[in-house]
């Protein structure tokens, strides 16, 4: 098995459920991967998804990202 088939299967994990990772960098990935792919904005993904924005807002600032509307993305 190599690293890529191992970090999608991982990503893949997270596609599936809302179970957000603890860790900033990889709630990041995780976010900015569902709203390129499935949202249009931060607001359907915290409803669609049943989880707070506050909370993923307050998580990635501390990581130093905040929300875009326009880009649709964390950065």
């Not at 995780?30 to 807002?57: F, G, H, Q, T």
Request: aromatic share 14%; with cysteine.
């Amino acid at each position: 098995m190599t690293l890529f088939s191992l970090r999608s299967d991982f990503f893949n994990l997270y596609l599936n459920t809302m179970e957000l990772p603890k860790d900033p960098m990889m709630l990041y990935s995780v976010i900015n991967m569902k709203l390129r792919d499935n949202y249009k904005s931060l607001d359907e993904l915290c409803k669609k998804e049943d989880v707070e924005r506050a909370s993923i807002e307050k998580q990635l600032a501390t990581a130093g990202f905040e929300y875009s509307p326009e880009h649709n993305k964390f950065w």
